[in-house]
């Protein structure tokens, strides 16, 4: 039999610690946003963390010893997940804003995961088909954490992506520092070497990640805009490692550079890796002063994909990635976008794709022929098969330099 003070200081344990996790949720929506956003970009996140917080406290009582235990571990994972985000974040550009509650985190996901542990060992059970019940159980709680409980890790991390320090980079020949201005009013943070051949590219989603792809256009007389992703490093914005919302910094980019006076005729390209490549198809699908589109290492982004491909991995897929996507929705305030198989449909003549993706890459690149299938413009595909994701130029790095600059060439510097 349970003792009722100590389930009521069990309870007083889990509503404490609830509120310091609420606290940390609205610092970080409401007080201490990322830089050029405010409160209203996170109204969504915010009540909705605030109010599942508030559900979780209100229910906990109400469950048996079982439920409080895996309402306490799930709940002590995630917080335990924001406080590493906090500290990387801290090591990297400094402690600034959420990350100050967010070391709050630690100890107190430390508590949840005591406390689960404690309950669950208090409320095992005699019988002869105990280690069968065990076992059921024990399934259960596997299955709800693929399902549930990693898809919104996933997300907590896609949305809060430690910054990083950049440092100045040796790309071949002098570059300047650049902003390029979003139509939503963030400023991106970005790296120019001027053009030398009328055409320029450019690179994304970071400015550093494939320093030596760009040092390979540089000599071969392209000028290059190396840019930070919203949210990634340098540039204002939340961050959301999927993308989604980012081909709003595509089209800055390239509005950016039609206004540079060595970029001749609107000769503009793009190469990204990985959800750079995904953000540079969907730019493209809707922007045609986006010429030339070198894409590496794209895949699934969001369930549109998973639902778009059919049966084959459902069961332990879907539900994943459909709380995933529901997550990300909530955490950004934005839809999930339509698939990739969609998006380039909508890319036609005159522009050109080139995909590229490895044989040991990550989520969805083995669908990249699909992609090339669905498109109407002047397209290329290759596959690299003993290529890591987006590891094609270490792989194969003068065949990579061979087939991109051909095909910049082509697209780019062959038109009238």
């Given at each position: 039999?349970?003792?009722?003070?100590?389930?009521?200081?069990?309870?007083l344990?889990f509503?404490?610690?609830?509120?310091?996790?609420?606290?940390?949720?609205?610092?970080?929506?409401?007080?201490a946003?990322?830089?050029?956003?405010?409160?209203?970009?996170?109204?969504?996140?915010?009540?909705?963390?605030?109010?599942?917080?508030?559900?979780?406290?209100?229910?906990?009582p109400?469950?048996?010893?079982?439920?409080?235990?895996?309402?306490?571990?799930?709940?002590?994972?995630?917080?335990?997940?924001?406080?590493?985000?906090?500290?990387?974040?801290?090591?990297?550009?400094?402690?600034?804003?959420?990350?100050?509650?967010?070391?709050?985190?630690?100890?107190?996901?430390?508590?949840?995961?005591?406390?689960?542990?404690?309950?669950?060992?208090?409320?095992?059970?005699?019988?002869r088909?105990?280690?069968?019940?065990?076992?059921?159980?024990?399934?259960?709680?596997?299955?709800?954490?693929?399902?549930?409980?990693?898809?919104?890790?996933?997300?907590?991390?896609?949305?809060?992506r430690?910054r990083?320090?950049?440092?100045?980079?040796?790309?071949?020949?002098?570059?300047e520092?650049?902003?390029?201005?979003?139509?939503?009013?963030?400023?991106?943070?970005?790296w120019?070497?001027?053009?030398?051949?009328g055409?320029?590219?450019?690179?994304?989603?970071?400015?550093?990640?494939?320093?030596p792809?760009?040092?390979?256009?540089?000599?071969?007389?392209?000028?290059?805009?190396?840019?930070?992703?919203?949210?990634?490093?340098?540039?204002?914005?939340?961050?959301?490692?999927?993308?989604?919302?980012?081909?709003?910094?595509?089209?800055?980019?390239?509005?950016?550079?039609?206004?540079?006076?060595?970029?001749?005729?609107?000769?503009?390209?793009?190469?990204?890796?990985?959800?750079?490549?995904?953000?540079?198809?969907?730019?493209?699908?809707?922007?045609?002063?986006?010429?030339?589109?070198?894409?590496?290492?794209?895949?699934?982004?969001?369930v549109?994909?998973?639902?778009?491909?059919?049966?084959?991995?459902?069961?332990?897929?879907?539900?994943?990635?459909?709380?995933?996507?529901?997550?990300?929705t909530?955490?950004?305030?934005?839809?999930?976008?339509?698939?990739?198989?969609?998006?380039?449909?909508?890319?036609?003549?005159?522009?050109?794709?080139?995909?590229?993706y490895?044989?040991?890459?990550?989520?969805?690149?083995?669908?990249?022929?699909?992609?090339?299938?669905?498109?109407?413009?002047?397209?290329?595909?290759?596959?690299?098969?003993?290529?890591?994701?987006t590891?094609?130029y270490?792989?194969?790095?003068?065949?990579y330099?061979?087939?991109?600059?051909?095909?910049?060439?082509?697209?780019?510097?062959?038109?009238?």
């Amino acid at each position: 039999m349970r003792s009722p003070a100590r389930a009521h200081r069990d309870v007083l344990l889990f509503c404490s610690a609830v509120a310091v996790i609420a606290l940390h949720a609205a610092v970080d929506s409401f007080v201490a946003p990322e830089p050029g956003t405010g409160a209203g970009d996170h109204l969504l996140r915010g009540l909705v963390s605030l109010a599942l917080l508030g559900l979780a406290a209100a229910a906990y009582p109400r469950l048996a010893p079982g439920g409080r235990a895996s309402v306490a571990a799930a709940l002590g994972a995630l917080t335990l997940e924001g406080a590493g985000l906090a500290i990387a974040d801290a090591r990297s550009v400094g402690a600034r804003g959420e990350d100050w509650t967010g070391f709050m985190l630690g100890p107190i996901g430390v508590v949840l995961l005591a406390l689960a542990v404690r309950l669950l060992w208090r409320s095992r059970k005699p019988g002869r088909l105990r280690w069968l019940r065990r076992a059921g159980i024990a399934f259960g709680s596997m299955v709800a954490a693929l399902w549930l409980i990693v898809p919104i890790g996933v997300a907590l991390l896609a949305t809060h992506r430690p910054r990083a320090e950049v440092e100045p980079a040796a790309l071949g020949h002098p570059y300047e520092r650049v902003t390029v201005t979003t139509t939503d009013g963030l400023r991106l943070a970005g790296w120019y070497v001027r053009s030398r051949n009328g055409a320029a590219v450019i690179s994304y989603p970071t400015r550093v990640g494939k320093l030596p792809q760009g040092r390979m256009l540089v000599r071969r007389g392209y000028g290059l805009l190396l840019l930070d992703a919203r949210g990634y490093d340098g540039s204002q914005g939340d961050p959301n490692v999927f993308g989604w919302d980012d081909a709003k910094d595509i089209d800055a980019a390239v509005s950016w550079l039609q206004r540079q006076p060595d970029v001749r005729d609107g000769r503009i390209g793009g190469i990204g890796f990985s959800v750079g490549g995904e953000m540079l198809l969907q730019a493209a699908a809707h922007n045609t002063g986006l010429r030339a589109v070198v894409s590496d290492g794209a895949g699934f982004r969001s369930v549109h994909e998973e639902l778009l491909y059919g049966p084959r991995g459902w069961f332990t897929s879907l539900p994943e990635q459909a709380v995933q996507s529901v997550a990300l929705t909530v955490m950004t305030g934005t839809r999930p976008p339509p698939s990739l198989k969609d998006l380039v449909r909508r890319i036609t003549p005159p522009q050109h794709v080139f995909f590229v993706y490895a044989g040991h890459g990550a989520g969805g690149e083995e669908f990249n022929p699909d992609f090339y299938a669905a498109t109407a413009a002047s397209r290329a595909i290759w596959k690299i098969p003993e290529a890591g994701h987006t590891g094609g130029y270490q792989a194969r790095p003068r065949e990579y330099e061979r087939r991109v600059i051909g095909f910049f060439d082509h697209a780019l510097l062959e038109r009238t």
